[in-house]
């Protein structure tokens, strides 16, 4: 009893149910907080900017950057056709044949899709408009218009989960009761957009990456793939405040790339900062869904099995891909 007793009087403050307080206010409080736009940059560093789809879904029939790449100040302006060349498309995470890359290259799938970057106003882009749909329901039909069309489907992950014996719960039951929830796509907005910051290290074949990215573990992989390097050859650096992420932030990975693929190509380190517009636009958002629930219930209240239908208009780590359709029985 008295070992039990010690033990207890030197076991570590409990933290669970307690109030605990922040440390990291001050700095924020009185904005000394250093978020990712605030560090210094390498010198020569080029700063980019990335013009983006007026459309949900058409063709790209022709791309002409001759006028901004005479432009004064313009170092180089790249198009999807470029950053094919050099690097390979990304890992996603359902099994259908989606090919992903930094910039669109023959079809754009979303208003605010990555097409080309700076001297935005004098790149010429031709498109070529087809049919597309909102609505996850429509989107899910077999004769809708499809985003990614050697798919086959817009149902890009289809499973099912059976826990119990729900068919049992809902016979032997004495009512059910069903709900119909439509969840809306919203933005997220942290305080700080996406900032990339990438340095091609010609000599080792690195990137070195500065970013306020919120999910190395996932996408370092997915990243090294797409640049053609061992996961060794790329280097993550964050700051210390990353102004706040709710998720949205993982999405930036796409253009940690694109700013890698640029910086090699034009030989410097090459920067980009998200204005707010674009976070709007084209930044990943939580997804719109459609939830069918069904619960089987006794009269004393006891709920003894329940069924769920989630049809989630989600994107994957690329903010191209959807996928679909998650159904749960217990």
Not at 245 to 274: D, N, T
Request: aromatic share 6%; glycine share 6%.
């Amino acid at each position: 009893m008295a070992e039990q007793a010690v033990a207890e009087k030197d076991a570590p403050e409990k933290y669970v149910g307690q109030s605990v307080e922040r440390f990291e206010d001050a700095r924020l409080l009185t904005g000394r907080a250093r978020f990712a736009d605030h560090y210094p940059v390498p010198a020569g560093t080029q700063h980019a900017a990335v013009l983006r789809s007026p459309h949900a879904s058409a063709d790209i029939v022709s791309i002409d950057v001759s006028r901004a790449q005479a432009m004064p100040g313009v170092r180089a302006v790249l198009t999807g056709k470029d950053i094919q060349a050099i690097s390979d498309p990304y890992l996603v995470i359902v099994k259908q044949p989606l090919n992903e890359w930094a910039l669109a290259i023959d079809r754009v799938r979303f208003v605010g899709e990555a097409v080309a970057e700076d001297a935005l106003d004098a790149i010429d882009v031709e498109y070529s408009v087809t049919p597309h749909v909102i609505d996850p329901l429509a989107a899910s039909k077999d004769e809708a218009p499809l985003i990614h069309p050697d798919a086959g489907t817009n149902v890009m992950s289809d499973r099912e989960f059976t826990y119990g014996d729900p068919d049992r719960a809902f016979a032997e039951a004495d009512k059910t009761v069903s709900l119909s929830i439509h969840y809306p796509r919203n933005s997220l907005t942290p305080i700080e957009g996406f900032v990339a910051l990438v340095e091609y290290q010609a000599d080792d074949n690195v990137y070195d990456v500065f970013s306020n990215f919120q999910g190395p573990y996932t996408g370092h992989p997915v990243m090294a793939r797409a640049f053609r390097v061992p996961e060794s050859n790329v280097r993550l650096r964050t700051p210390a405040n990353s102004g706040g992420s709710f998720g949205v932030k993982q999405a930036v990975l796409p253009y940690i790339v694109l700013m890698g693929l640029c910086s090699k190509i034009v030989g410097r380190p090459v920067k980009w900062v998200e204005d707010r517009l674009e976070h709007l636009t084209a930044a990943s958002s939580a997804p719109n869904r459609i939830v069918e629930i069904e619960a089987a219930v006794m009269n004393d209240g006891t709920v003894t099995g329940m069924r769920i239908d989630q049809l989630a208009d989600a994107w994957t780590v690329v903010p191209d891909a959807r996928r679909a359709d998650r159904r749960i029985q217990a």
